[in-house]
C-alpha cells in the first residue's frame, strides 16, 4: 500500500481523506455522472467526467445487512474486516440499478492446523459422522462446519498426533479415554457411531486411502494410539473469522450491470465491493480477495480511464 500511495501522490491526484461517499449522480439515461461525498459537515459534489469506482469493501460490519444475508455466520462468527466494511458501495451500485449477487456467501475460517499433525485426526459432527477432508484449505473447512446442526463439530485424535491448534485458541477437550467407545460414551454421541467412524476409517487409512472424502495419502494414519480425545470445534465458541464474499455483478473489466447484465455506463466495482473469484466459502483458496482488489481494481482503474470523456 506504501508504493501504492506513493504513486497515486505522484499523478497528482486530488486526494480527499476523511470522506464519506454517500450517493451516486445519475444522468436522465441511467449514466453515473459523479458523486456526493460527507466532508465532515459539508457536502461535496463531485463530477466524474469518466467514470466512479467503488471499491468500499463488503458488508461484514454491517450488522442489518449480515442479518438478513448470512445470519448462519453472522450469529457465531468475528467479523473480519475494518470498520467501513458497511456495504455502502453495494447499497449505491444496486440504488443505481446494479444487481447484487452471492450476498448469502461469506468465508469462514477454521484454520485447525499448524501444528501439522492436527492434519491426522478427522472431524466429525453431534451424530460422530465426517463431513470433509481435513487437509482441506480452512475456508472449505469452515464452510463444511457451518451447515452441521447446532455448528456442533469435534476432532478426534489419538495421542500420537495431538495438540494444540496455534490458530483456534478457544478448543475444549470434551472426552478422553483409553478406547473410542470410551470416548464416545463421555461424549454422549450415538452408541456405536464414533466407534464406527473410526474403524472404517482407520481400516483405510491403513492402506493409504480415503474413499469418503479422499484425504491426500501423506495426512493419512490409522489413529490407534491411546489415550483418544474428542475436541470441540463448536462455531459458537470457537468464534471463527468471518468475512462476506457477496457484492456486485460485475464483468471482468469491473463495469457493473443491471440484473439483465447491461452496463451501468460510468460504474465500476473491485475488491469485495465485488462479488469477485470467490463465490463460495467451500471454493475459497488464500489470495483470491487479493487477486479482486489489486488485479480487478486495475482493470477497473484502466476501464474507466479508457472512457470516452464526457
Not at 451500485?93 to 492446523?113: D, L, N, T
Request: glycine residues 12%; proline residues 5%; contains cysteine.
Amino acid at each position: 500500500m506504501t508504493i501504492l500511495m506513493k504513486r497515486v501522490e505522484e499523478t497528482g491526484a486530488d486526494i480527499r481523506c476523511d470522506s464519506r461517499l454517500v450517493g451516486l449522480i445519475q444522468d436522465a439515461s441511467g449514466a453515473v455522472r459523479g458523486g456526493v461525498a460527507q466532508v465532515r459537515e459539508n457536502e461535496l459534489f463531485i463530477e466524474a467526467r469518466r467514470g466512479v469506482v467503488l471499491a468500499m469493501g463488503g458488508f461484514i460490519m454491517n450488522e442489518s445487512m449480515t442479518k438478513q444475508h448470512i445470519p448462519h455466520a453472522e450469529s457465531f462468527g468475528t467479523r473480519h474486516g475494518n470498520p467501513n466494511d458497511m456495504g455502502d458501495g453495494i447499497l449505491m451500485g444496486v440504488a443505481a440499478g446494479g444487481h447484487s449477487i452471492h450476498m448469502g456467501e461469506a468465508f469462514i475460517s477454521i484454520a485447525h492446523y499448524p501444528p501439522e499433525s492436527l492434519t491426522f485426526g478427522i472431524f466429525v459432527n453431534d451424530e460422530a459422522q465426517r463431513f470433509v477432508n481435513e487437509d482441506a484449505y480452512l475456508a472449505r473447512i469452515g464452510h463444511y462446519a457451518s451447515v452441521q446442526p447446532g455448528g456442533r463439530v469435534f476432532m478426534f485424535i489419538d495421542d500420537a498426533h495431538f495438540a494444540r491448534p496455534r490458530y483456534v485458541l478457544r478448543t475444549e477437550i470434551v472426552a478422553t479415554g483409553d478406547t473410542v467407545a470410551e470416548v464416545e460414551a463421555e461424549a454422549g454421541l450415538p452408541t456405536g457411531a464414533l466407534q464406527s467412524t473410526v474403524a472404517l476409517y482407520n481400516e483405510h487409512a491403513a492402506k493409504g486411502y480415503d474413499p469418503s472424502f479422499h484425504k491426500a495419502p501423506e495426512w493419512l494414519a490409522p489413529l490407534v494410539e491411546p489415550p483418544f480425545a474428542l475436541v470441540s470445534y463448536q462455531l459458537d465458541k470457537i468464534a471463527p473469522a468471518v468475512f462476506t464474499l457477496g457484492g456486485l455483478d460485475t464483468l471482468p473489466t469491473g463495469e457493473v450491470v443491471t440484473p439483465d447484465r447491461q452496463v451501468i455506463p460510468g460504474l465500476f466495482a473491485a475488491g469485495r465491493t465485488a462479488a469477485g473469484i470467490p463465490r463460495t466459502s467451500k471454493g475459497y483458496a488464500s489470495g483470491m480477495s487479493v487477486a479482486d482488489a489489486t488485479f480487478f481494481g486495475r482493470k477497473a482503474g484502466a476501464s474507466a480511464a479508457g472512457r470516452e470523456n464526457h
